[in-house]
């Protein structure tokens, strides 16, 4: 007869729903921020979708090494036996085109992408993001890290594509982009291995790895607020 689960057992295992709840303000902050919400209702200042759009084809690019050192430490710290390997590979392989992607938009738009220059929220953030990327830090704290980043985008702009929003119908692909099902279950992919890590980690990796989701969750509202004219 299988052992019924403590409290504490049940809450590491779902402990990133544990910690949205916990965190709900910021993380309502950060995906449910006024420049989404310009987006979702149609009043976005295209100017700030132009900042947004250069200042994000910068920050993707750093994005790319940092997801290069978490496959890394998962080739390194992870059995595999949930398929980690696999769900990391495929993120990867659809950075080219997301890169790819910020280039066509940035030309669609007017957007010249060698004169952009990172601002300070933009690098703060990948500071961040480099600081991640050392040897010190675990698989455990880096992929809650990852997760946090890509739920965020796909949050934000699903919300945009909900019935009864009056997204411009020429923002509907950027939407689209990270809005879409298949997104999103690459998402809840990421957050089952978050989530496995999380249940057989130590309580100092926990502690680490719910420092760094609210690192990220600042860092986001930070960049909308970028995005909106912010410092």
Not at 34 to 50: A, C, E, M, Q, Y
Not at 53 to 64: E, K, M, S, T, W
């Amino acid at each position: 007869m299988q052992a019924k689960k403590t409290r504490e057992e049940v809450q590491k295992i779902n402990m990133i729903d544990t910690w949205l709840k916990k965190h709900r303000l910021i993380y309502f902050g950060a995906t449910r921020h006024p420049f989404i919400l310009s987006i979702r209702d149609g009043t976005v200042n295209l100017s700030s979708f132009k900042t947004w759009l250069g200042q994000d084809y910068i920050f993707v690019r750093a994005f790319v090494s940092f997801v290069a050192s978490v496959l890394i430490k998962a080739s390194k710290e992870s059995d595999d036996s949930g398929g980690d390997m696999e769900v990391l590979l495929g993120g990867m392989a659809a950075l080219n085109d997301e890169i790819q992607w910020f280039k066509i938009e940035a030309s669609k738009w007017g957007v010249q992408l060698s004169d952009i220059v990172p601002q300070k929220a933009n690098k703060d953030y990948c500071r961040f993001l480099e600081s991640l990327m050392s040897s010190e830090v675990k698989y455990t704290m880096a992929i809650t890290a990852f997760w946090a980043i890509e739920a965020v985008y796909q949050q934000s702009f699903a919300h945009c594509l909900e019935d009864g929003t009056n997204t411009p119908s020429d923002l509907q692909a950027t939407c689209q982009r990270w809005g879409n099902d298949g997104f999103g279950q690459y998402c809840h992919s990421l957050k089952q291995i978050v989530n496995r890590r999380l249940a057989k980690a130590s309580d100092d990796e926990i502690k680490k790895a719910e420092v760094a989701l609210l690192d990220v969750l600042e860092h986001e509202v930070e960049f909308w607020n970028m995005s909106c004219g912010g410092a």
